[in-house]
């Protein structure tokens, strides 16, 4: 936890990870935490089960599993930190936050979506990208129905049951019905997740902001485009009413 300058307490910020990384994100996490706390934010950085130094192994990870991680983490931070509560998820980080919606909607005050992941059929079932078809094209798919787990950039491996979650969820749905102020950040040459999905998706929302970083690919591709993120989550997120 990155504890807030308590003399100017702004409220309380959880972050999400994406998929087969941790707490850290790569280490955009972390900076982008150590910048909330200085303008007054208490930040929650934690890694989902199967990820990083959490309990479980990467095969027992899903989608259900990780809505209670969040869920158990939102209350703790309540618990410890009570006041104006953001999540700001990544990539896949943003499924279990989006279908945690209806739920959060009361307790949440703002939401940042870096890269999301909101269609699991284009980005995973029927993947449209370069990442999703090498990874959860026809060959990977046939790996999994016959070994039980496919492995996603060869090193983080998946089962059988967050594949068939993937059929069964609609982040897109629970997002777009969503009235908590959000931002949504993406890079316009992702090759993982689906820019034009998530601009769709912002534009067509109530209270919903969307910045793209230009030329970047997924993650923010260099420490300049991953400090532009940061700084348009930054500055959203202490704009008017949000301080």
Known sequence: ????????????????????????????????????AKAGFTVIRF??????????????????????DLQAVVKHAMEVAPGPLAVIA??????????????LEMQLHRLVLWNPVLDLDHTF???ELPWGTK?????????????????????????????QELARYDPLKEFSRSQVPALVIHGDHDSYVSYDIARAA???????????????????????????????TLTWLTAGDAA
Do not use: C, Y
């Not at 900076?31 to 909330?36: F, I, K, P, S, V």
């Not at 990874?135 to 594949?163: A, C, K, M, S, T």
């Open 1 to 36: 936890m990155h504890t807030a300058d308590t003399s100017r307490a702004r409220g309380t910020v959880v972050q999400a990870h994406g998929i087969t990384v941790d707490k850290d994100e790569g280490g955009m996490f972390v900076r982008l935490a150590e910048r909330l």
């Open 47 to 68: 890694s989902f089960r199967g990820h990083g130094k959490s309990d479980g192994a990467p095969e027992g990870v899903t989608i259900a599993g990780e809505m209670l």
């Open 90 to 103: 990544a990539s896949f980080g943003a499924v279990p936050t989006a279908l945690l919606l209806p739920t």
């Open 125 to 127: 079932l029927h993947p």
């Open 135 to 163: 990874n959860f094209g026809p060959g990977p798919q046939r790996q999994l129905h016959e070994q039980g787990r496919l492995l996603i950039d060869d090193e983080f491996p998946i089962g059988q049951v967050l594949w």
């Open 202 to 232: 912002a534009e067509e929302r109530n209270h919903t902001e969307f910045r793209t970083i230009e030329g970047s690919d997924h993650g923010f591709d260099s420490r300049d485009r991953e400090d532009e993120a940061i700084g348009h």
